[in-house]
């Protein structure tokens, strides 16, 4: 047995404010202010998270479905980019229209309740071309990134335009914005002018003048109309983020491409996974070094590493642990707003000219980024991973944003190739908390820990955490257990289940929780304010005024405990996997939980399920549905109960799609659909498995899409396409992966040629697949 012992008697946080120049009133009298620690609504804690969608690079149609999608998965603020070049490709010609609307996106924002913060560049980056500045610039009589007077003329002609299109949705003005992004990097981070690439490579400059820039930049926007609460920049590196003007912002990735551009082989295990104190003005960071003294400021991140997007010289594959784990780390170490980079794909628009608008290294269609919510639309196993944090975050942020981080002694000296020390951190306050873990770690490989207890040394007590035995922590795993937790008064000394969220149903509060990988669920209580309880002799002891419930093996484990008062609480304890297929909605005024494997969807008034692939459907429902229901023409019937839920199962019309493959050669395919493919269908999605380099998809010679190689499946939503594809096929070419390449120029005359060892191409198979939607 290896136990780990903590000291958190002293988790009194000095929390105060006043001194940061952020905040502000909407209509309604509803308040947005800051304390050194957090975010506050009203007065009240208030954990952002913030996820980044671009909304230039997705379909109008779509919009709505992905924020409502991002909603669903617990996300409070969305983020998104205007990038420049998007907008004003032509000098003096401005698009806002179509896929370009920003104002119909926040209109959709507003309509669903969800907080924005607009990154309004100048530079952008975001892997779009010259870091988001239009090609005009390039020649301009100025230094972009600058206080030059003739780059300043451009910028607060773009900001007007955008004052424009935001009018009337500032948070000022009863809008979603709450705020704004000035510049990114700046004096930082640059980009390629990709009008040179490739001839003289030239750079954009990181920025020359500072904090003075930053402060120029927000006289212009508020000038301009955009007039936020919260004005941030990006804080990592040398980046400007004058103090006091502007919340500085940060982040992690833990998958790096640009190391790859230097010709190194080889990933280094990143810090990313290792606790830290990041509000602690004498706690050293391994990667997180503001100008400021870090306890005067929140810690608050805007670009955590949802996914990555995969670049020509690095072709990886994020595991959806590591998004979660980040995470978990973040919220440990003191961050009361948490925020993804991407946490919606998508795909780079057409440009003008016969040009791309991708910075030369990425696809120049693809912006997939192996996001929570993928490029079409799909969700993935990180979403679901997310899913269940954040419901934790906004039901119990109020609790959680006051407490204080402390780490063990030790702490500092872990390394990321450290896989025998134990993981974990506190957060605490009054002597209540969250014990974190983690056990992932990027580019290692990881042990699982087994008989493990952590000992929580509080004021009149050491709380021991399982009080007898021990715990496993399965590798790749990370977890939140929480500890003297009033649950309704009644007090929960520990579980070695994580919680979800509770949900009033009824007279009853349920609450959920779920085994972390390789645990057993365990809960703890103290007896005094118990009348009774639901037993059986194999789960349940009492002893020293504890009462001990572990979880049976029933498929849905709950249980019942009636307090002294009459009230009463239930807990469920659901499996990793059960709890992966989690859903919290709000239905026509009612919480309800569903457990589904199928994407939901629900605005308040409908929901919805999308789904691809299989014929029947199953979901689990606690409260149940008062009666059957129509769903789009078909019976939603109750079938069996399932503990406390009430299953239903659904059968969908069956549908093939019917498509017509002709291979050309080994690397060339031509896809044509039959003209009712559609019917009935949310999306069809193609998916194709190759060997090559990059693949490529055409339609009448555009190129539609783009991917390279990692040795997934190449999946392409073709719902957009559904017009041209009634005349047109899709034509797919893979492009060769070459070993030994090199150029001869070795002729007397003007002529060079590609030569090589060998090349690998090869198209494996294409299908496609339905993506069904039904509509209670």
């Not at 202010?33 to 007065?43: S, T």
């Not at 104190?277 to 670009?303: Q, T, V």
């Not at 407490?403 to 390394?415: C, E, F, N, R």
């Amino acid at each position: 047995m290896r136990e780990h012992i903590i000291d958190i008697r002293d988790d009194a946080k000095p929390i105060f404010s006043q001194h940061i120049k952020l905040g502000g009133i909407d209509p309604k009298g509803q308040e947005i202010g800051f304390n050194n620690y957090y975010m506050e609504l009203d007065g009240e804690p208030f954990f952002g998270v913030m996820g980044e969608i671009h909304f230039s690079r997705l379909p109008a149609a779509d919009w709505e479905d992905r924020i409502i999608k991002m909603k669903m998965c617990g996300i409070n603020i969305v983020a998104t980019y205007i990038f420049w070049i998007f907008h004003e490709e032509e000098k003096g010609v401005f698009e806002w229209g179509g896929d370009k609307d920003v104002k119909k996106f926040l209109e959709l924002c507003k309509k669903h309740e969800m907080f924005v913060v607009l990154r309004t560049g100048p530079f952008g980056h975001g892997e779009v071309r010259n870091g988001a500045l239009p090609d005009w610039l390039y020649g301009g009589p100025f230094e972009v990134r600058s206080n030059d007077p003739g780059y300043l003329f451009y910028v607060k002609r773009l900001y007007g335009e955008i004052g424009k299109q935001a009018a009337g949705l500032m948070y000022k003005d009863g809008g979603p914005v709450i705020g704004v992004q000035l510049e990114n990097e700046y004096m930082h981070s640059a980009a390629a002018w990709e009008f040179s690439v490739g001839i003289s490579n030239e750079w954009i400059p990181a920025g020359r003048d500072g904090d003075s820039h930053i402060l120029k930049l927000k006289e212009l926007a508020i000038e301009a109309g955009l007039d936020a609460p919260i004005y941030t920049c990006t804080g990592w590196g040398e980046a400007s983020a004058p103090e006091g003007e502007v919340l500085a912002l940060w982040g992690g990735y833990a998958y790096r491409p640009w190391l790859f551009f230097d010709d190194i082989k080889e990933h280094p295990a990143t810090e990313e996974y290792i606790f830290q104190d990041y509000h602690n003005n004498k706690f050293p960071s391994l990667n997180y070094e503001p100008k400021y003294d870090p306890e005067e400021y929140p810690y608050a991140c805007c670009e955590m590493g949802g996914g990555m997007q995969a670049a020509y010289a690095y072709r990886f594959t994020v595991p959806p642990e590591s998004v979660d784990a980040m995470a978990i780390i973040k919220i440990a170490g003191g961050c009361n707003m948490i925020g993804y980079y991407m946490f919606c794909g998508g795909t780079n628009p057409d440009a003008k000219g016969g040009i791309y608008l991708n910075e030369h290294i990425w696809p120049k269609k693809s912006y997939d980024y192996q996001a929570p919510v993928r490029e079409f639309g799909l969700t993935g196993e990180s979403y679901k991973r997310l899913k269940r944090i954040h419901y934790f975050l906004n039901s119990y942020e109020k609790l959680l944003c006051p407490m204080k981080t402390i780490l063990p002694q030790g702490a500092v000296d872990i390394t990321p190739q450290d896989n025998e020390t134990l993981r974990y951190a506190v957060r605490t306050g009054n002597g209540s908390g969250f014990l974190f873990m983690n056990n992932f770690q990027d580019h290692w490989e990881m042990k699982g820990h087994k008989d493990i207890s952590v000992g929580l040394r509080l004021k009149d007590e050491i709380l021991r955490i399982p009080e007898n035995g021990g715990l496993k922590l399965a590798a790749g795993t990370s977890c939140i257990l929480p500890f003297n937790l009033d649950l309704g008064g009644i007090t929960l000394k520990y579980s070695t289940a994580q919680m979800i969220t509770g949900i009033q149903a009824g007279q009853e509060k349920v609450y959920f929780f779920f085994e972390p990988q390789g645990m057993e669920a365990e809960y703890c209580f103290d007896t005094a304010n118990i009348s009774g309880f639901s037993k059986t002799e194999k789960q349940t002891e009492i002893k020293d005024e504890r009462l001990v419930i572990k979880a049976d093996e029933d498929r849905n484990r709950t249980f019942s405990i009636m307090g002294a008062g009459g009230n009463k609480l239930t807990v469920v304890t659901l499996t990793h996997e059960q709890s992966l297929d989690f859903w919290k909605v709000n239905l026509n005024g009612s919480e309800r939980v569903i457990i589904s494997n199928a994407a939901l969807i629900c605005d308040g008034k409908t929901l919805k399920l999308d789904w691809t692939g299989n014929r029947k459907i199953n979901i689990d429902v606690f409260p149940a549905f008062d009666k059957d229901i129509p769903v789009t023409g078909l019976e939603l019937k109750a079938t069996r109960q399932k503990g406390i839920f009430t299953s239903y199962e659904m059968e969908n019309k069956h549908k093939e799609i019917s498509i017509s493959v002709k291979n050309i050669s080994r690397n060339r395919a031509s896809v044509s659909l039959a003209k009712d493919s559609f019917e009935g269908l949310k999306n069809i999605m193609l998916n194709i498995d190759y060997s090559g380099d990059i693949g490529y998809a055409f339609i009448n010679g555009k190129l539609i899409h783009d991917n390279f190689c990692n040795n997934n499946s190449w999946n392409i939503g073709l719902k957009e396409f559904q017009k041209e594809l009634m005349e047109y096929e899709i034509d797919i070419y893979i492009s060769p992966l070459k070993t030994g390449c090199r150029i001869s120029s070795d002729s007397p005359m003007a002529a060079r040629s590609e030569v090589y060892d060998e090349a690998v191409a090869e198209i494996l198979s294409i299908k496609a697949q339905p993506v069904f939607e039904m509509t209670f």
